[in-house]
């Protein structure tokens, strides 16, 4: 870009052509010139409360670097419709079947460009089950699970994969037995998606039935920001207009709302609350940024009040909100060290420049300083050191469940940190 646009300043007649080709195209077919008193935008899918989802494109002609930086991200990538092409080198390499303890056996094949996991059982040759792999959840950072549709039910599949295409595990918390029915309900969704409209069931039970034409896979923007459309019609229209308009402010927040919105997703397994008044429970997706958490999710109350002992599955909320850090300094919240639009993982430096900003200098000991292995470039590894989850654990060799190592967000001193990764 950089490159043509050297070139063309060096080259006037070059401009004017272009020039010219620009005004003609533009009176020809209308471009989407700023002038226009009318912007169509056209929505991708709609909330049940209204608000219309419009494409992360629309983002790109004013805010180009947040957008491309975004893509990159975990948040982005992950859900998404799998793509099977990307397997290929994992079905050549891995043996692509599961043998279970009830004497059942996944097998996960390709047919045409769909991937499948089909059920055996015993010698029977004909598999009892044969399931679409429709869609990924997970970046591929600890792995990947699969869902799929039987009309508009979503249903999880019981292979996954370990690590970034690493091999097929039996799914964290499935028994070592065929079960092909675990349904998905719209809390798991919350948390992968932009947005997938659950279809309320009539009774209490939670359903896992959405409507399959209204989903917006991937985390974008507007799952932090709200509703957009307003904003990028006006913008279009105004734009001279320099201050952002028809927005949410994260700088308006109060502190509380802005950790809100990140522990949405997380502070752990949070089931949503009750609704007295309607007499059931809130449905999934209502919250939206700056509103109080508390009203839309119960407390967790699962796991231990010790943080040396935490239960910390994307749990950094609470670690992070008991450490001193966080209690002795004002307005610390997940934006202090994390730029939610950056793929930052193993950026220790970035991450330490944080720590040092607040910590111009620190006493360590002799001892300390001594340490072989010690990396002072990387203050997380020993005071943000990894712990193993008790809630995500994952079946590698039929015997024993290994737990998912975990960055702990309880930032403190641990004095026998045996951190390195
Ligand atoms: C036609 C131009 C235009 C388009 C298109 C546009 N914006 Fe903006 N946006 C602006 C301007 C101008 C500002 C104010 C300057 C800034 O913060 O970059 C702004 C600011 C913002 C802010 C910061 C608000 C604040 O002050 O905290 C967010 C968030 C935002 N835009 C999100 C989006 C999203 C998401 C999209 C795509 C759906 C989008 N914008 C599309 C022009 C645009
Ligand atoms: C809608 C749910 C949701 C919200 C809201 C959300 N996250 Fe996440 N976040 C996730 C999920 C899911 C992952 C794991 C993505 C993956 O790897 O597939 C994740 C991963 C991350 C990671 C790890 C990135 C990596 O490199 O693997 C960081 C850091 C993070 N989130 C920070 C934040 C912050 C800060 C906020 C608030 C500004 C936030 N998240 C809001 C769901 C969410
Ligand atoms: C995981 C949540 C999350 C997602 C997804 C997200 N943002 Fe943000 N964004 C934030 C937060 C939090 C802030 C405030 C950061 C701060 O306090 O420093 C912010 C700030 C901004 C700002 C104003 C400050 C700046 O950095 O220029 C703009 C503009 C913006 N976002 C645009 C976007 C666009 C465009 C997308 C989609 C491509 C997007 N955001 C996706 C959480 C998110
Ligand atoms: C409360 C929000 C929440 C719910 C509900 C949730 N997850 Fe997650 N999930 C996360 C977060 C956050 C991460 C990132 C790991 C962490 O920080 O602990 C993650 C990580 C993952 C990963 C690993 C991603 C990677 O690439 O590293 C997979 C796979 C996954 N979740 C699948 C699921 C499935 C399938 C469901 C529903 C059946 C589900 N999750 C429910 C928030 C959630
Ligand atoms: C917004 C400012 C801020 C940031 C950013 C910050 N801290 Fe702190 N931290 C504090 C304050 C305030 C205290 C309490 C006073 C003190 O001990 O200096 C503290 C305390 C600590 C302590 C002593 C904890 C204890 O239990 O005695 C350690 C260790 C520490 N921080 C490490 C870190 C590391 C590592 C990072 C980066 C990952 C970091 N801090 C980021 C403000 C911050
Ligand atoms: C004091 C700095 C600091 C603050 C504040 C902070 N984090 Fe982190 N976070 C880190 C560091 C350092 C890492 C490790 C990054 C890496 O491994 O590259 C990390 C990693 C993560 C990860 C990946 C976890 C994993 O196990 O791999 C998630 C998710 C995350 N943070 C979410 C959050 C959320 C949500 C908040 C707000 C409650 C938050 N963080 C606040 C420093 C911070
Ligand atoms: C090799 C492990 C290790 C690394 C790396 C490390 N620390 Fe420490 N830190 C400790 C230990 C252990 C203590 C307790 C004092 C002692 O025994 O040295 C401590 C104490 C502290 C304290 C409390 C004492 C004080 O100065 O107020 C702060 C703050 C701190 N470290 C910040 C940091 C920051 C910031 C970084 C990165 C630049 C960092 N540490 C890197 C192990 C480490």
């Not at 494109?57 to 948040?75: A, R, W």
């Not at 279970?100 to 059982?121: A, S």
């Amino acid at each position: 870009m950089l490159i043509i646009f050297k070139h063309l300043v060096t080259n006037r007649l070059a401009v004017r052509t272009l020039l010219l080709v620009w005004v003609l195209s533009c009176t020809m077919f209308s471009c989407n010139s700023y002038n226009s008193e009318f912007v169509e935008i056209e929505p991708i899918a709609t909330h049940s409360n209204g608000m219309e989802y419009i494409g992360m494109q629309s983002c790109v002609e004013c805010h180009q670097d947040i957008v491309e930086s975004h893509k990159n991200t975990s948040h982005y990538k992950t859900s998404f419709e799998t793509a099977a092409s990307a397997f290929d080198s994992i079905l050549k390499t891995q043996p692509n079947e599961i043998n279970l303890k009830d004497g059942t056996k996944i097998v996960i094949n390709k047919k045409g460009n769909k991937l499948f996991q089909d059920f055996y059982v015993l010698d029977n040759p004909t598999p009892v089950y044969h399931t679409p792999m429709d869609i990924t959840i997970g970046s591929g950072f600890r792995g990947q699970s699969f869902l799929y549709w039987n009309e508009d039910r979503l249903f999880q599949n019981q292979a996954s994969i370990i690590g970034s295409m690493e091999g097929w595990i039996n799914s964290p918390g499935y028994a070592s037995r065929m079960n092909n029915t675990r349904p998905v309900v719209p809390r798991c969704m919350e948390c992968h998606s932009t947005y997938t409209a659950p279809i309320e069931s009539s009774t209490n039970r939670v359903s896992n039935e959405y409507d399959i034409n209204n989903v917006l896979l991937g985390i974008d923007c507007q799952r932090c920001h709200g509703e957009v459309k307003e904003h990028v019609v006006f913008h279009k229209k105004n734009p001279e207009e320099k201050v952002g308009q028809h927005i949410l402010k994260y700088s308006e927040l109060t502190q509380k709302q802005k950790i809100d919105a990140c522990a949405l997703c997380h502070s752990g397994f949070r089931q949503p609350a009750w609704d007295p008044e309607k007499r059931k429970f809130i449905p999934s997706f209502s919250y939206q940024v700056g509103d109080a958490l508390d009203d839309f999710l119960i407390k967790n109350n699962r796991g231990s009040k010790d943080n040396s002992d935490p239960e910390i599955h994307a749990n950094q909320i609470k670690l992070l909100t008991d450490s001193k850090c966080f209690k002795m300094s004002e307005n610390m919240d997940c934006a202090t060290c994390h730029d939610p639009h950056k793929q930052e993982r193993g950026d220790f430096q970035n991450f330490s420049l944080k720590c040092i900003s607040c910590h111009q200098s620190q006493e360590h000991s002799p001892k300390t300083l001594n340490l072989a292995n010690a990396n002072f470039n990387d203050c997380a590894s020993c005071h943000m050191p990894f712990v193993d989850s008790k809630a995500m654990k994952i079946d590698l060799n039929l015997k024993e469940l290994t737990p998912v190592r975990i960055r702990n967000h309880f930032i403190s001193i641990y004095p026998d940190e045996n951190s390195l990764p």
